[in-house]
C-alpha cells in the first residue's frame, strides 16, 4: 500500500544515458538480450505482464512482450495489448498548454484565475500563473491524498469525479497555499486537472477532443485513448494491485479515470508511448522555446528540471512515469543517441518485491545497454 501512494509522486531516478550500435548484424543477440532482461525483471518482482517498445535510429525498433494480459484467462500479453499510462498522460496535458500558448490563445504568466475565475471562488488561484501550473510550483494542495484513495476511490472505484469536484477537493483540504508560488518544487496531481480545464476553457473542446484533434491524429497514435470515465479501450490488460496486502493480486480494471482526468487518464500501448515520447523529447510537437530541452522549466536538481509535465535532466535524457491504480509505467527519450524506450507493466506494486520499480528498472537497464555497444565500438 505505501509503495503505491509513493508512486503517486513522481519515482524520479537518474538514468544514465543510452546509446546504439550501428552494426546491424549484432540485432538477434541484442533482441534475445533485452527479452531476457525483461523476463528477469518481471519474474523476480512478480510483475503479471508487461509490455515494451525501443526507437532505435541505428538498429531499428523492437517490441517484446512478457507474461499475461489476463491472469484468470492466461492470456498473453502482445504489443497490441493497450496499458493505462498514469502521468505520462501529463505530457500530453503540458504539450497540449504550450500548443494553445503558441497559438496566442494562453499567456504563460497570467494567473490561471485570469481563466478559470468563473469557475472557482479561490483567491489563491489569483496568485499562481498558468507557468507555476505547468512546473510544478504553485504551492496548491493535492488532492489524490492517500485518504482520498482509501475512503473514496477504492471503495468505490467506478464513481465519477468531476475535474471541478477535485479542485474543489484540494482547496478544501489546503486552503493557503503551501508556499508562495514559484519558490518550491512539489509534484502534484491538482496542477494538472486545472490544466484540463484551462485547455477546455480556451480551446472550447472537451479535453478529449483537444488531444484527439491536436496531437493524437496528427501523430497517428490510433492506439492512444484519452478515458475519462469508466468506458475501456478493445485489447486492455487486466490491472493488478493487491490492495488488502494478501499475497495475492485483485483486479483492479474496472476503474472510473475521472479521478485522475488530465493528471493521468490515457491508455496506450508501448508503441504508441514511445512514438510520443520521440516526438516530443526530439522538438517535433513545438517551436523552439518550447521545447523540453529549452523551456524554463522548475529546477529540481543540479542539471534536472521538471518542464511541462516532462523531466528533462542534462546528464541522460528526457522523460517521465506513471501510476494509476493497477498500473505502472516509463518512458525516456536519450537526445545524445536518439533512443527512445517506452516500458508498460499492469500492476503499480509488484506482489514479490514492491521496493522495486520494474518498469524503471528496464528502461535504465535498456539505455545503459545500448550505450555500452557505443562505447565498445
Not at 544515458?17 to 523476480?44: G, H, M
Not at 498522460?89 to 490563445?105: A, C, E, M, P, R
Not at 541522460?316 to 537526445?335: L, M, R
Request: proline fraction near 5%.
Amino acid at each position: 500500500m505505501r509503495t503505491f501512494f509513493r508512486t503517486l509522486f513522481i519515482s524520479y531516478c537518474l538514468l544514465l544515458i543510452a546509446a546504439c550500435s550501428s552494426d546491424s548484424n549484432n540485432r538477434p543477440t541484442l533482441s534475445s538480450e533485452l527479452n531476457d532482461l525483461v523476463a528477469t525483471v518481471c519474474q523476480e518482482t512478480g510483475v503479471p505482464g508487461a509490455s515494451v517498445y525501443i526507437i532505435s535510429p541505428d538498429y531499428g525498433n523492437f517490441a517484446i512482450t512478457w507474461g499475461y494480459a489476463d491472469l484468470s484467462t492466461k492470456t498473453l500479453v502482445t504489443a497490441a495489448h493497450r496499458f493505462r499510462i498514469g502521468s505520462l498522460s501529463k505530457s500530453f496535458t503540458g504539450t497540449g498548454v504550450l500548443q494553445l500558448t503558441q497559438d496566442g490563445l494562453i499567456n504563460l504568466e497570467a494567473p490561471i484565475s485570469d481563466y478559470l475565475g468563473e469557475q472557482y471562488d479561490a483567491e489563491v488561484l489569483a496568485q499562481i500563473s498558468v507557468n507555476q501550473l505547468l512546473t510544478m510550483s504553485s504551492g496548491l494542495g493535492e488532492y489524490l491524498s492517500p485518504q482520498f484513495l482509501t475512503d473514496s476511490v477504492l471503495p468505490q472505484p467506478l464513481t465519477d469525479y468531476p475535474p471541478h469536484t477535485l479542485v474543489e477537493n484540494a482547496l478544501l483540504n489546503s486552503p493557503e497555499l503551501l508556499y508562495p508560488p514559484g519558490t518550491e518544487f512539489s509534484y502534484n496531481n491538482t496542477n494538472y486537472i486545472l490544466l484540463g480545464q484551462l485547455i477546455e476553457t480556451v480551446s472550447g473542446q472537451s479535453y478529449h477532443d483537444y488531444l484527439q484533434q491536436a496531437l493524437l491524429t496528427p501523430l497517428a497514435l490510433q492506439n492512444t485513448f484519452v478515458l475519462e470515465d469508466d468506458d475501456q479501450p478493445q485489447q486492455l490488460v487486466r490491472g493488478y494491485y493487491d490492495f488488502d496486502e494478501d499475497g495475492h493480486y485483485e483486479d483492479w480494471t474496472n476503474m472510473n479515470m475521472s479521478y485522475v482526468w488530465s493528471a493521468g487518464c490515457l491508455a496506450a500501448t508501448a508503441e504508441d508511448v514511445a512514438i510520443w515520447m520521440e516526438a516530443l523529447a526530439s522538438g517535433n510537437l513545438l517551436t523552439s522555446q518550447f521545447q523540453p530541452q529549452n523551456f524554463p522549466g522548475y529546477p529540481i536538481a543540479q542539471g534536472v528540471t521538471y518542464a511541462a509535465g516532462i523531466l528533462v535532466d542534462d546528464s541522460f535524457g528526457i522523460g517521465h512515469n506513471g501510476t494509476v491504480i493497477g498500473f505502472h509505467a516509463d518512458a525516456w527519450h536519450d537526445p545524445h543517441t536518439q533512443t527512445t524506450v517506452a516500458v508498460l507493466c499492469n500492476t503499480n506494486a509488484p506482489i514479490l518485491d514492491d521496493e522495486r520499480d520494474p518498469t524503471r528498472e528496464i528502461a535504465q537497464e535498456v539505455l545503459l545497454r545500448f550505450k555500452k555497444m557505443v562505447a565498445d565500438e
